[in-house]
Nanobody, 121 residues
Framework: QVQLVETGGGLVQAGGSLRLSCAAS????????MGWYHQAPGKQRELVAI???????NYADSVKGRFTISRDNTKNTVYLQMNSLKPEDTAVYYC???????????????WGQGTLVTVSS
C-alpha cells in the first residue's frame, strides 16, 4: 500500500558528505513522523534522526551538529544531510515513516529497503 525508497548512499572518505533521500508513495492520506535509522554490522538498528509532520527534529547524540534531517511534505520526502562523516557512521541507513493510508485511514509503520553508507578512513 505504501512504499519508501531510499537513495543517496555510497562510499565517501572521512570528513566528506552525503545526502540521503527517502520518497514515500502509494495510498497516502497523511505522513506523521519520518525518521532515519542505521544498523552497523553485528549491531542493533538505532535511531539517527526523526522529524515530525510539523518540522520538530531530534537527533542521536552521536550525530548532533553533523547531520540534518528535513522533509518536503509536498513531495512526501525526507532527507538526511550528513556532513563530517566518520568511519563509525558506516552502516545501512533505513528510512521510517508513520503513515495514515487512504484505505479506511489505517495507520502503518513503513520501512524502506535500506541504503549502504561506507565511510573510509
Amino acid at each position: 500500500q505504501v512504499q519508501l525508497v531510499e537513495t543517496g548512499g555510497g562510499l565517501v572518505q572521512a570528513g566528506g558528505s552525503l545526502r540521503l533521500s527517502c520518497a514515500a508513495s502509494g495510498s497516502i492520506f497523511k505522513i506523521n513522523a519520518m525518521g532515519w535509522y542505521h544498523q552497523a554490522p553485528g549491531k542493533q538498528r538505532e535511531l539517527v534522526a526523526i522529524i515530525s509532520s510539523g518540522g520538530t527534529t531530534n537527533y542521536a547524540d552521536s550525530v548532533k551538529g553533523r547531520f540534518t534531517i528535513s522533509r518536503d511534505n509536498t513531495k512526501n520526502t525526507v532527507y538526511l544531510q550528513m556532513n563530517s562523516l566518520k568511519p563509525e557512521d558506516t552502516a545501512v541507513y533505513y528510512c521510517n515513516a508513520g503513515v495514515v493510508t487512504t484505505v479506511d485511514y489505517t495507520f502503518l509503520e513503513v520501512w524502506g529497503q535500506g541504503t549502504l553508507v561506507t565511510v573510509s578512513s
